[in-house]
């Protein structure tokens, strides 16, 4: 994992996966630039965590929503984030792959 600042996440691709200070785990999408300076102020993300449903009724299985996407909307230039590289995914996989299933 590397931290970088938001001047520096505005030009990730869209679909890398990161993390933000407030402990959103997201996969960031498409940066918004401004069409007067051409500048980047925000970005599109889905957030990993947010695609619980907590309304529904104990014991209900639903589909965890996993498309949403939201805008950042915080326009905190002094925000940083938490990029997962490559190695990190890999090791985000795997133990993925050997939880419990049958829960």
Same mark, same amino acid.
């Given at each position: 994992? #590397? =931290?970088? $600042?938001?001047?520096? &996440?505005?030009?990730?691709?869209?679909?890398?996966?990161? !993390?933000?200070?407030?402990?959103?785990?997201?996969?960031?999408? /498409?940066?918004?630039?401004?069409?007067?300076?051409?500048?980047?102020?925000? &970005?599109?993300?889905?957030?990993? =965590?947010?695609?619980?449903?907590?309304?529904?009724?104990?014991?209900?299985?639903? =589909?965890?929503?996993?498309?949403?996407?939201? #805008?950042?909307?915080? &326009? /905190? $230039?002094? #925000?940083? &984030?938490?990029?997962? $590289?490559?190695? /990190?995914? +890999? !090791?985000? +996989?795997?133990?993925?792959?050997? +939880?419990?299933?049958?829960?």
């Amino acid at each position: 994992m #590397r =931290n970088i $600042e938001i001047d520096e &996440f505005y030009k990730l691709p869209s679909g890398t996966l990161c !993390a933000d200070w407030y402990g959103r785990i997201m996969i960031k999408n /498409d940066t918004l630039y401004s069409k007067v300076s051409n500048q980047p102020y925000d &970005f599109f993300y889905t957030d990993l =965590n947010d695609s619980v449903d907590y309304d529904k009724p104990a014991g209900q299985s639903y =589909n965890v929503d996993y498309e949403s996407i939201e #805008r950042d909307g915080t &326009f /905190d $230039e002094k #925000r940083s &984030f938490v990029v997962y $590289e490559r190695s /990190d995914i +890999i !090791a985000l +996989i795997t133990k993925l792959m050997n +939880i419990k299933w049958d829960v």
